[in-house]
């Protein structure tokens, strides 16, 4: 499949606000979670959570925010943590299902396409390069969840998007 612009082909987000554009063009999310999900008695499998990337032995909440993984002949780039909606807990029948996730720490990351290409099932994923200093996608998850105190370590995080500096700028006063 295609990664170009703002998503995968045949995997266009609906409202790019929410659930997309640049810096939430594709949302990967690891195996081994579904794995840990199923062990406490949870009934998912891939694409339960609506990732367009179910990666293997890469876990995507410790990789730093900046990292960029090459898959395929496509270059992405770690941007931010997936923090979800109520519609989550619809989906998984619970409603206090989003404070679960929260709980769990297991967010998945949202990438940005540095590098066009195409990728297909089965391909290596490549760390490329790791951010040197930064937080990784569970730090920022955390943050916004149980730290909010710490929001302006946010601030400090190059490749962070707009809207979570927003966030923090809001938070830090």
Known sequence: ?????VNLAGDDQADRN???GVHKAVYAYAIEDYEAWREEGFEVEPGTFGENLTLEGLDPNT???GDRWSIGSAVFE???PRVPCFKLGVRMGMPTFVRRFAQARRPGTYLRI???GTLQRGDAIEVVSQADDGLTVVDVFDIYFTRRADAAQLLEVPTLSDAWKAWARKRVG
Do not use: K, L, N, T
């Not at 499949?1 to 612009?5: E, P, S």
């Open 78 to 80: 770690v941007s931010e």
């Open 18 to 20: 929410a659930h997309g």
């Open 114 to 116: 540095v590098q066009e």
């Open 63 to 65: 990789a730093r925010i």
């Open 1 to 5: 499949m295609a990664a170009r612009g």
